[in-house]
T-cell receptor
Framework: DTEVTQTPKHLVMGMTNKKSLKCEQH?????MYWYKQKAKKPPELMFV???????INESVPSRFSPECPNSSLLNLHLHALQPEDSALYLC????????????FGDGTRLSIL | KQEVTQIPAALSVPEGENLVLNCSFT??????LQWFRQDPGKGLTSLLL?????REQTSGRLNASLDKSSGRSTLYIAASQPGDSATYLC????????????FGRGTQLTVWP
């Protein structure tokens, strides 16, 4: 069983919808990450939070809005997505930003109609 | 741009074979090197982490080595089993507090009975 829990596992949404992805960890980690992974490609870093503050934004379009309400939770708010945003969205956490290994959740498979 | 290359891209072998998966990188500032396993539609599971002062790590039937001078890492899988079928990704970081991982595209392994 993964120690990083992501919900939902699957999400289908239209381009005008607003939805959120959720990630939770109870390992006491202070760094949390969002990655995007397209089929047959490696994960691409999107955002990093350290001690609940946004540390890295890899020039991600504003239709993706991250939020870290507390040290255990990480959200990714989605609005007006495009079909090319369909992908597996992975959340990860680590003891501190920069420490390894990162622990990954099973991801949310997102499909944009 | 840091490049991580994994060879072969795909591998299909009968059960019981000993395997070697290869990872090479252009970055001269490798710090930690990790090997991950990814099952279809799932997240990443960290298999082995070779930390900056180490050259090798072993876990069960898995052994990973790192040669920073040649820019190569290998993952050795002994006595392969059908349950080993998955995609194996290598990734490194540069030891900074940013925590960014540089991933290869993975080797898709199929072990048939």
């Amino acid at each position: 069983d993964t120690e990083v829990t992501q919900t939902p596992k699957h999400l289908v949404m239209g381009m005008t919808n607003k939805k959120s992805l959720k990630c939770e960890q109870h390992m006491g980690h202070r760094a949390m990450y969002w990655y995007k992974q397209k089929a047959k490609k490696p994960p691409e870093l999107m955002f990093v939070y350290s001690y609940e503050k946004l540390s890295i934004n890899e020039s991600v379009p504003s239709r993706f809005s991250p939020e870290c309400p507390n040290s255990s939770l990480l959200n990714l708010h989605l609005h007006a997505l495009q079909p090319e945003d369909s992908a597996l969205y992975l959340c990860a956490s680590s003891q501190e930003q920069g420490s390894q290994p990162q622990h990954f959740g099973d991801g949310t498979r997102l499909s944009i109609l | 741009k840091q490049e991580v290359t994994q060879i072969p891209a795909a591998l299909s072998v009968p059960e019981g074979e000993n395997l070697v998966l290869n990872c090479s990188f252009t970055d001269s500032a490798i710090y930690n090197l990790q090997w991950f396993r990814q099952d279809p539609g799932k997240g990443l599971t960290s298999l082995l982490l070779i930390q900056s002062s180490q050259r090798e790590q072993t876990s069960g039937r898995l052994n990973a080595s790192l040669d920073k001078s040649s820019g190569r890492s290998t993952l050795y899988i002994a006595a392969s089993q059908p349950g080993d079928s998955a995609t194996y990704l290598c990734a490194h970081d540069r030891g900074s507090t940013l925590g960014r991982l540089y991933f290869g595209r993975g080797t898709q392994l199929t072990v048939w009975p």
